[in-house]
C-alpha cells in the first residue's frame, strides 16, 4: 500500500535551498550517491561475515543514463532498506542544531555553504540537478522492497515493490536546462567518467557504467563509401581505479610506478626529487603519498596555493588542504587519505579537527625526516634540492619566532669560505681550529666579494672559517636561530670580534686614549656615526664600517626594499690606528684643523662604499676628492 508523507519543517527548507541551487558545486551529487553506494555495499560485506549466505560475489556500483528519458541511475548490490530506514534516512534530518543553522544561512544569504558537510546528507545533494528522485531498494534485513519517490517539496511517498536483487538503485529524473545550467551534461559518458576520476577514483569497488566502442573497420570497407560514420556498440566498463597506489606496501609499488603516478596527478613532465610514502595504522589511521618536484612547479592558476589533496576512504574531498602542510613546505605536493573523516567534513571542520592536525604534525616530521636522510646519504641531490626550496626552509626556521627552529637547523647549508662549498653548522663546528669559539659569518653574493672586506684579513689570518649569506632571509635566519649547540653566530662586521691577542688590543686601548681628542673631533663632523674608534678587526685596510649590536647593514637594505626606509642600522666608523692614512689624517689637522671634516667624510665614504653603500652625495663626494688630487700636486 502507497504512503504518503509530510518532510518536516527543517528537511523542507533544506530540500527547497537544494533545489533553488544555492550551493554552487553541483557536480558533487555523485560523488555523494557513490559514497553512499560504497557504504551500504561496505554494510552487506559487514553481515556477510558471518552469515555466508547474504554474500555477494561481484559487488559493484552501476551508473547508467537514459538520454531519452533524461534519467541518471545509481544503482549497488549492497545492504539495501528497510521501510523505517527509507523514512528514517531519506524523510527527515536527524540532526541537532539544524534548524538553528539553516535559519543562519537564510538570514546571511550564503551563496556557497558547506550544507552537506554540516549534516552528512549526501542523498539530499541529488535535488541540486533533480526534479524527481526514486529510489528503489530491498534489504537484506527483510527481504521487503519499496520505492521511495519525492519532488522534493512538500511530501514524499513510500510503497511496497517486486525487486528481484538486494540493494539500492537511485533513480535522478533531471532538471529541466536552463540559460544557466545544462543538467544534460550529467548524461554524458564522458561526464560522467571525468565526475567518476575526479572524486571515486578509489572507491574500493568497481564503478561501471555504459562505455561507447568502436566496431573495427571491415577489411573490404572502402574509404570513400557515401556511409562514413563508424559503427559503435556499448560495453560495461569498470571506470575507477579501486586501489590507489597509496594503500599499497610500499614494496609492491616500483621507484617507476611513483613516478608516473606524480607526473600524472600533477601536471609535470620531470620525476620528482623523492617521494615519500606513508601506511599509518593504529587510533589514527591514515596513508599519505607526498612528492617533491625536481623544479618549482609554475602553475599560473594555484602557483600561490599551498595544500595536500584530501581523500576519506578513497573518496576525494578538497583539492588544496592547507591545514596539512605548513607554509614553508608549500613546494611539497601529494595526497593525505583518512579512514577517520567523515565524508562530508566541512573546511571549518578542519580547522579544529583533532585528526587533521596530527596527521599533518606527522606528516611534517617525515618530511624532515626524508630531507635529513637526503643530506646524509645523497649530499649531491640535497645541494640540487636545496637550490631551489633552501629559501623555504630558511623562512620556516625564521617565521613564527623560531618555532621550527630545532627540527630545522641541521637541514640549512651555507656557503664555507674555506672550503669553498655549502656546508651545515655542525659541518662547520666539526671543523673549527682549537679555541674558535664562536660561528662566523658575513653578507655576500660570492666568495669573491666576502674576500674582498677589509673585515676579512684578521679572520684569514687566524684560520677561522667563515659562512657566507647569500639570501635576504639568511641574516634574519641566524638572528632567531642565535646559536648553534652552545656556539654564537658572530658577524664579522658587527661588534668585537675578540680575534687580537692581549698586547696589542691592550696597544690600541692605550693609543685610543691618547688620540681620543682626535675621534671627538672626527665624530663631531661624521653626525651619522653613532662612534669613532679605533678598530681591533683590521690589519691592512685603512677603515670599515661596522654596525651596532641590532640591526646591520644588510638587513637595512632588505628593509629599506621593503619601504622601511626609517629602520637603520646604526653606524660605526672603524679606523686602522696602523696605517699609513690614519696618520696623515693626523698630520694634516695638526697644520690646517680645519681640513679635518673633508678627510673624514672621505674616509666615511670609502668605508661606505666598502659596505656597499652608496653615499647620499655623490657630487659632492666626487668634489671631495677631485680637491685632493688637485692638492697633493701644488
Same mark, same amino acid.
Given at each position: 500500500?502507497?504512503?504518503?508523507?509530510?518532510?518536516?519543517?527543517?528537511?523542507?527548507?533544506?530540500?527547497?535551498?537544494?533545489?533553488?541551487?544555492?550551493?554552487?558545486?553541483?557536480?558533487?551529487?555523485?560523488?555523494?550517491?557513490?559514497?553512499?553506494?560504497?557504504?551500504?555495499?561496505?554494510?552487506?560485506?559487514?553481515?556477510?561475515?558471518?552469515?555466508?549466505?547474504?554474500?555477494?560475489?561481484?559487488?559493484?556500483?552501476?551508473?547508467?543514463?537514459?538520454?531519452?528519458?533524461?534519467?541518471?541511475?545509481?544503482?549497488?548490490?549492497?545492504?539495501?532498506?528497510?521501510?523505517?530506514?527509507?523514512?528514517?534516512?531519506?524523510?527527515?534530518?536527524?540532526?541537532? *542544531?539544524?534548524?538553528?543553522?539553516? %535559519?543562519?544561512?537564510?538570514?546571511?544569504?550564503?551563496?556557497?555553504?558547506?550544507?552537506?558537510?554540516?549534516?552528512?546528507? *549526501?542523498?539530499?545533494?541529488?535535488?541540486?540537478?533533480?526534479?524527481?528522485?526514486?529510489?528503489?531498494?530491498?534489504?537484506?534485513?527483510?527481504?521487503?522492497?519499496?520505492?521511495?519517490?519525492?519532488?522534493?517539496?512538500?511530501?514524499?511517498?513510500?510503497?511496497?515493490?517486486?525487486?528481484?536483487?538486494?540493494?539500492?538503485?537511485? %533513480?535522478?529524473?533531471?532538471?529541466?536546462?536552463?540559460?544557466?545550467?545544462?543538467?544534460?551534461?550529467?548524461?554524458?559518458?564522458?561526464?560522467?567518467?571525468?565526475?567518476?576520476?575526479?572524486?571515486?577514483?578509489?572507491?574500493?569497488?568497481?564503478?561501471?557504467?555504459?562505455?561507447?566502442?568502436?566496431?573495427?573497420?571491415?577489411?573490404?570497407?572502402?574509404?570513400?563509401?557515401?556511409?562514413?560514420?563508424?559503427?559503435?556498440?556499448?560495453?560495461?566498463?569498470?571506470?575507477?581505479?579501486?586501489?590507489?597506489?597509496?594503500?599499497?606496501?610500499?614494496?609492491?609499488v616500483t621507484e617507476e610506478e611513483l613516478n608516473n603516478f606524480y607526473k600524472s596527478k600533477f601536471m609535470d613532465y620531470q620525476d620528482p626529487i623523492t617521494s615519500i610514502h606513508l601506511n599509518v595504522e593504529g587510533m589514527l589511521t591514515y596513508s599519505a603519498l607526498l612528492f617533491i618536484p625536481k623544479k618549482p612547479l609554475f602553475n599560473f592558476n594555484d602557483q600561490n596555493e599551498r595544500g595536500l589533496q584530501l581523500y576519506t576512504k578513497g573518496v576525494f574531498i578538497l583539492d588544496k588542504c592547507k591545514d596539512l602542510i605548513p607554509e614553508y613546505l608549500r613546494f611539497v605536493k601529494g595526497l593525505v587519505d583518512s579512514a577517520d573523516l567523515p565524508l562530508n567534513i566541512s573546511r571549518e571542520m578542519l580547522q579544529e579537527d583533532r585528526s587533521i592536525k596530527k596527521i599533518a604534525t606527522n606528516v611534517e616530521k617525515k618530511i624532515l625526516s626524508e630531507l635529513g636522510r637526503m643530506l646524509k646519504n645523497d649530499r649531491e641531490k640535497y645541494e640540487s634540492f636545496f637550490d631551489d626550496y633552501g629559501v623555504n626552509l630558511k623562512y620556516g626556521l625564521y617565521e613564527n619566532y623560531g618555532a621550527k627552529k630545532d627540527s630545522l637547523k641541521d637541514l640549512i647549508i651555507l656557503l664555507s669560505f674555506?672550503?669553498?662549498?655549502?656546508?651545515?653548522?655542525?659541518?662547520?663546528?666539526?671543523?673549527?681550529?682549537?679555541?674558535?669559539?664562536?660561528?662566523?659569518?658575513?653578507?655576500?653574493?660570492?666568495?669573491?666579494?666576502?674576500?674582498?672586506?677589509?673585515?676579512?684579513?684578521?679572520?684569514?689570518?687566524? *684560520?677561522?672559517?667563515?659562512?657566507?649569506?647569500?639570501?635576504?632571509?639568511?641574516?634574519?635566519?641566524?638572528?632567531?636561530?642565535?646559536?648553534?649547540?652552545?656556539?654564537?653566530?658572530?658577524?664579522?662586521?658587527?661588534?668585537?670580534?675578540?680575534?687580537?691577542?692581549?698586547?696589542?688590543?691592550?696597544?690600541?686601548?692605550?693609543?685610543?686614549?691618547?688620540?681620543?681628542?682626535?675621534?671627538?673631533?672626527?665624530?663631531?663632523?661624521?653626525?651619522?656615526?653613532?662612534?669613532?674608534?679605533?678598530?681591533?678587526?683590521?690589519?691592512?685596510?685603512?677603515?670599515?664600517?661596522?654596525?651596532?649590536? *641590532?640591526?646591520?647593514?644588510?638587513?637595512?637594505?632588505?628593509?629599506?626594499?621593503?619601504?622601511?626606509?626609517?629602520?637603520?642600522?646604526?653606524?660605526?666608523?672603524?679606523?686602522?690606528?696602523?696605517?699609513?692614512?690614519?696618520?696623515?689624517?693626523?698630520?694634516?689637522?695638526?697644520?690646517?684643523?680645519?681640513?679635518?671634516?673633508?678627510?673624514?667624510?672621505?674616509?666615511?665614504?670609502?668605508?661606505?662604499?666598502?659596505?656597499?653603500?652608496?653615499?647620499?652625495?655623490?657630487?659632492?663626494?666626487?668634489?671631495?676628492?677631485?680637491?685632493?688630487?688637485?692638492?697633493?700636486?701644488?
Open positions: 500500500m502507497k504512503e504518503t508523507k509530510k518532510f518536516k519543517t527543517e528537511t523542507k527548507r533544506l530540500l527547497d535551498m537544494m533545489i533553488n541551487s544555492i550551493y554552487t558545486h553541483k557536480e558533487i551529487f555523485l560523488r555523494e550517491l557513490i559514497s553512499n553506494a560504497s557504504d551500504a555495499i561496505d554494510k552487506r560485506h559487514y553481515v556477510a561475515l558471518t552469515d555466508s549466505a547474504k554474500a555477494c560475489d561481484h559487488y559493484e556500483i552501476l551508473i547508467e543514463a537514459d538520454r531519452e528519458k533524461r534519467i541518471l541511475s545509481i544503482s549497488d548490490n549492497g545492504i539495501g532498506m528497510t521501510k523505517e530506514e527509507l523514512v528514517s534516512h531519506l524523510g527527515t534530518i536527524a540532526k541537532s *542544531g539544524s534548524k538553528e543553522f539553516l %535559519e543562519k544561512i537564510e538570514n546571511e544569504k550564503t551563496p556557497d555553504v558547506d550544507i552537506i558537510g554540516q549534516f552528512g546528507v *549526501g542523498f539530499y545533494s541529488a535535488f541540486m540537478v533533480a526534479k524527481r528522485i526514486n529510489v528503489y531498494t530491498k534489504s537484506l534485513e527483510n527481504d521487503e522492497a519499496y520505492l521511495f519517490t519525492s519532488e522534493g517539496l512538500e511530501s514524499y511517498s513510500v510503497e511496497p515493490i517486486e525487486k528481484e536483487d538486494y540493494g539500492t538503485k537511485i %533513480e535522478i529524473e533531471l532538471r529541466d536546462n536552463t540559460e544557466d545550467e545544462n543538467y544534460d551534461t550529467y548524461l554524458e559518458e564522458y561526464r560522467i567518467k571525468e565526475l567518476v576520476k575526479k572524486y571515486s577514483d578509489y572507491v574500493r569497488y568497481p564503478i561501471k557504467t555504459w562505455v561507447t566502442k568502436y566496431d573495427p573497420k571491415e577489411e573490404n570497407a572502402k574509404d570513400d563509401q557515401e556511409d562514413e560514420e563508424e559503427h559503435t556498440h556499448l560495453e560495461l566498463e569498470t571506470i575507477n581505479s579501486m586501489l590507489p597506489i597509496w594503500k599499497k606496501n610500499k614494496s609492491e674555506n672550503q669553498g662549498k655549502r656546508i651545515s653548522f655542525a659541518e662547520y663546528k666539526e671543523a673549527m681550529p682549537e679555541g674558535q669559539k664562536e660561528i662566523y659569518y658575513a653578507v655576500g653574493k660570492t666568495k669573491e666579494a666576502v674576500d674582498k672586506l677589509p673585515q676579512m684579513d684578521l679572520i684569514k689570518n687566524k *684560520g677561522y672559517d667563515v659562512l657566507i649569506l647569500s639570501d635576504d632571509v639568511d641574516e634574519f635566519m641566524l638572528q632567531v636561530l642565535n646559536e648553534y649547540e652552545g656556539l654564537k653566530f658572530k658577524s664579522i662586521n658587527q661588534g668585537d670580534l675578540n680575534l687580537i691577542d692581549e698586547e696589542n688590543a691592550k696597544k690600541i686601548d692605550e693609543l685610543k686614549e691618547e688620540k681620543k681628542d682626535l675621534l671627538e673631533e672626527i665624530k663631531k663632523v661624521l653626525p651619522e656615526c653613532k662612534d669613532v674608534i679605533f678598530s681591533k678587526r683590521l690589519s691592512e685596510a685603512p677603515c670599515c664600517l661596522s654596525a651596532a649590536e *641590532g640591526l646591520s647593514f644588510e638587513m637595512e637594505k632588505v628593509l629599506s626594499a621593503q619601504n622601511h626606509r626609517e629602520m637603520k642600522a646604526e653606524r660605526i666608523l672603524e679606523i686602522n690606528p696602523n696605517h699609513a692614512v690614519f696618520q696623515a689624517i693626523e698630520k694634516a689637522y695638526a697644520a690646517d684643523p680645519t681640513s679635518l671634516e673633508k678627510y673624514a667624510q672621505l674616509l666615511y665614504t670609502q668605508a661606505l662604499l666598502m659596505e656597499g653603500i652608496l653615499p647620499t652625495d655623490p657630487k659632492e663626494f666626487s668634489n671631495r676628492l677631485c680637491d685632493l688630487m688637485i692638492h697633493s700636486v701644488e
